[in-house]
């Protein structure tokens, strides 16, 4: 993704989840973002263009071990 492109993305999802989000460009491919909430990795944002329009799709991996405590 373009970096104007991310800094729009992160501004809607810091507005819309959290203002600690951060996305960072991942280093073998474009067309995904990392997401980090502080140090933390916890997603993945892919860019889908499908007939013309635009989407954005975060996908996220919550593991067994993660919510065994809560």
Known sequence: MEREETLRLEAYL?????PSLRLLARDKTSDSVEVYLGAE???????????GETSYQFQMTVL??????V
């Open 64 to 69: 067994s071990e993660d919510i065994a405590g």
């Open 14 to 18: 810091k507005e819309k989840l959290h």
């Open 41 to 51: 990795f916890i997603a993945l944002v892919y860019k889908d263009v499908d007939e």
